[in-house]
């Protein structure tokens, strides 16, 4: 089954797993914004992807990849989030997940366009 | 969270609570800033929640409020035999609170809760647009 699931969305049913782990971890490091002695945490897409391929499931790709956050200049209270830099790649990782969702919906388009067979 | 991984919502949603506790603690400070005691025990002192990581799974991680301190400045005395809170001494105490800081303090808190409001409308929008996938 999961053989066929791959085979019918490629890469993009994988990149949208990780890009929605990806949004809760960015959304940890909004939501620690305050907390002192926090260390902001992200993953290297790319590599998670890489290893999502080879066949690891999406959270231990995810949890492989991940990667402390070096800040443009720490805070005295330790915690290591800046809000612009937090903002704007969750902006970015929002809009890459809508892109994966319509290259799944043209995929879906096409195989239902094929089924019907008008 | 019932044995389930925490979602963005929780994340987010944990978030904007332990914000608003924060804005509450600044409201009250700013109510209290000027009041007047007749003692330094019962005069009013700024208090100030102290946020804490939750850590879920590797790397999702929200915020709680851990305690609530006693922060600011130490509260003043002042020189007033006529008030009628004066102790023996002639002197009233005046609320430790830093009107400044704390309206620092409120706009920052603001800043925080709508940062995690953008970030729970997003997560919803998509979660919208992934169940109406084929449809």
Redesign the interface.
Known sequence: MSGFVDQLFGVHGQA?ALR?QR??????N?????????KA???DFSSALARAEQGMSA?KA??DS?AYRVPMQPSLDGNTVE?ATE?TI??EN?VQ??TS?SF??GR??TL?TALRGE | MNGKH???FD??G??MSA?LV?LNATASNLANAGGIAGSKATAFQSIRP????VSD???????TIDRVIAAGPQPSKRHEPEHPLADANGDVWQAGVDTAAEIVDML??AR?YQ??V??LQ??KT?AL??LR??Q
């Open positions: 949208l929605s949004l809760a971890l960015l959304a940890s909004i939501a620690n914004a305050g907390t002192p002695g926090y945490r992200d993953i959270e995810v949890s991940l809000l903002q969750f902006a929002a997940y809508r969702l799944l919906s879906i388009n239902m | 925490m979602s963005v994340v987010a944990r978030a914000q924060r102290v946020f804490k990581t799974r590797d790397g999702v991680a929200t915020v920052e808190a925080q940062n995690n953008q970030v997003t997560a998509l647009d992934t996938l084929g």
